[in-house]
Each structure stands twice: as structure tokens, then as C-alpha cells.
């Protein structure tokens, strides 16, 4: 019987000329589009497909922490729940938490704990949640990158938006935004996040095997793919915020008419009506 190590090699990932299944190059990212303010419920909200990936983030907060032995009379609590529903994968997912759910929420819920002025609102929580609706890999950066337009659209006061990318190995060649089969069959995957505006590291896992070099390789795409997804973030922000001339006479009530045209002034009286002494 064949053993899975020798089925994986036979999987093909890229073409002789470089390109990948999917027909990108190996610096070229999937289509994604973000939508802020989908959710009328939720404080922020946000949509977002990233190729096959389809992920919707809700933020609730800074709201009263519950339970409240978890409150820190300090600062407020980063939380985040990220859940891939039953369908989202082609064999149905188990429903509920599991190992992979629960490490994405702490790396994600810590990734946020370091933009969020969490010290302006002691004993509160921000409430982060991910339903990743259509997982194709990515998604946690998916998730993560989503999450973060949904915090400001939220209007949490943070330093800045988070944006996240991976970027990993396949047959030897270092390349952004790995899909499924890339994922599966590929050597490594380095999923990252990043403070675009200071270009920290918020976030920053590893599945597989890179050397230093590779490493460095895929960083450079991870970070250069990560400040597009963010000028995509900030467009989704300015289409949900902003207004144009047009929305203003839209929402202005109209003008009441003009008052009717007042009656003439009386006539100014004759000189001797100053007074007796004619003043
Ligand atoms: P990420 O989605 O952040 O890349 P992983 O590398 O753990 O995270 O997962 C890669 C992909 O594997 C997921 O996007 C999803 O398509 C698939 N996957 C993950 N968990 C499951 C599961 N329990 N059942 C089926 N497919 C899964």
C-alpha cells in the first residue's frame, strides 16, 4: 500500500514555468475583497473573501467583562473566538472547539492586545468573533485581517490596523497566500501579522521547514502583501465612512419655504410728533 508521504509527492504545484495550480506567480496574492459594517447587531463588523476563503468578524465592546473574577481592574480584556462552521470544509467539520479553534483565538486575541488602547477601559471587554464560513488555508490571516476592520468600524481606539499574510514553500519555491492544495501538499507555511504603520510583528507561526534564507524570503512577501491587504482594509473603512454631497442633500430635511412676505414698515411719523419741545 502507499504509504501518504509517497501520494504527496506525486501532487504537482507548479508548472515548468513557475506559475502555481492556480495559475498565480509565486509573489501574487488571491483576490480579496472587504466590507465593513455588514452586521447591524454587532458594534463592528466586517466581511471578507480571500480567494476561496469566505469570513465574516463581528466585534462587540468595550462592554462589562463576564465573568467578573476575569475582569482586570487595569485594562481591558482582548478576547477573540474563532469558529469554522460545519460547512465550510468539504468533509464536515465537528462542530464546536477544538485544539486548532482554540490556539487561533489566543494567537489572534493576542495580536490585538497589542494595538487596542486596552488601559483606556479597566474591568471591560473587547469581544472579537470569527466565523470562517469558507476556509480554503488562510484563514486565520483571513480571519485576523477581517477582525481588524471590524474593530474599527467597532470604533475600538487602537494604534493602528492589523494586517496578516502567509507566505510558505511549495516544491522548494518560497510563495505568498498558500491555497488548500498548497497548504496540504506543500513543505511549509508561515502565517504573520503585522502593525503596518511601525511594521511590527504581531503575530508570526510556523508548519514546516524553512531554512534562514527562505525564511527572510517569505517575510519580504508576507510583509509587502500585507501592506496591500492593508490599503484594502482602509478603502473598506473609507467606503463604509465616507460621505459625499450627494448622502448630505439625501439626508438633509428639505428647506422650509420662505415666511410670507412681511408687512410694509408704518410710515415714519411727521417731525412734530418728536415731542412737545420738537426734540
Ligand atoms: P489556516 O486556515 O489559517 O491556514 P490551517 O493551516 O490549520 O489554518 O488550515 C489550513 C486549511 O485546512 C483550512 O483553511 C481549512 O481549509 C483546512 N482545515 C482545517 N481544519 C480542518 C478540519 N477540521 N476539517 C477539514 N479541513 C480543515
Redesign the pocket.
Known amino acids: 500500500m502507499e504509504d501518504i508521504e509517497h501520494i504527496e509527492k506525486k501532487v504537482k504545484l507548479m508548472d515548468a514555468s513557475g506559475r502555481r495550480l492556480d495559475g498565480r506567480k509565486s509573489d501574487e496574492l488571491r483576490p480579496i475583497r472587504v466590507e465593513a459594517g455588514v452586521l447591524r447587531r454587532a458594534d463592528g463588523s466586517a466581511y471578507m473573501e480571500w480567494g476561496?476563503?469566505r469570513v465574516l468578524a463581528a466585534v462587540y465592546g468595550p462592554r462589562e467583562a463576564h465573568p467578573r473574577h476575569l475582569q482586570d481592574p487595569a485594562r481591558a480584556l482582548v478576547q477573540c473566538r474563532y469558529n469554522?462552521a460545519p460547512f465550510?470544509?468539504?468533509?464536515r467539520?465537528?462542530p464546536g472547539p477544538?485544539r486548532?479553534s482554540v490556539e487561533?483565538s489566543k494567537v489572534i486575541s493576542e495580536a490585538f492586545s497589542s494595538v487596542v488602547f486596552a488601559e483606556q477601559f479597566p474591568r471591560t471587554s473587547v469581544d472579537i468573533f470569527i466565523e470562517?464560513l469558507q476556509?480554503?488555508?488562510?484563514?486565520?490571516?483571513?480571519?485576523l485581517s477581517a477582525a481588524s476592520v471590524a474593530l474599527a468600524d467597532a470604533g475600538v481606539p487602537m494604534r493602528d490596523l492589523v494586517a496578516s499574510c502567509?507566505s510558505g514553500k511549495i516544491e522548494g519555491v518560497v510563495c505568498v497566500d498558500?491555497n488548500?492544495d498548497e497548504?496540504?501538499f506543500g513543505d511549509a507555511?508561515c502565517?504573520m501579522a503585522i502593525v503596518p504603520r511601525t511594521g511590527e510583528i504581531v503575530l508570526l507561526q510556523m508548519?514546516g521547514h524553512l531554512t534562514y534564507d527562505e525564511f527572510q524570503k517569505a517575510m519580504d512577501l508576507s510583509i509587502g502583501a500585507a501592506h496591500r491587504i492593508y490599503e484594502l482594509q482602509r478603502d473598506a473603512l473609507r467606503r463604509r465612512y465616507s460621505v459625499t454631497l450627494e448622502d448630505i442633500l439625501k439626508e438633509s430635511p428639505p428647506l422650509p419655504p420662505p415666511p410670507p412676505s412681511e408687512e410694509p414698515l408704518p410710515p415714519i411719523p411727521p417731525e412734530d410728533d418728536f415731542g412737545p419741545e420738537g426734540i
Open positions: 476561496g476563503n469554522m465550510s470544509v468539504s468533509d467539520k465537528r477544538d486548532r487561533i470562517v476556509a480554503d488555508a488562510g484563514t486565520r490571516c483571513a480571519g502567509a498558500l488548500k497548504d496540504n507555511d502565517p508548519d
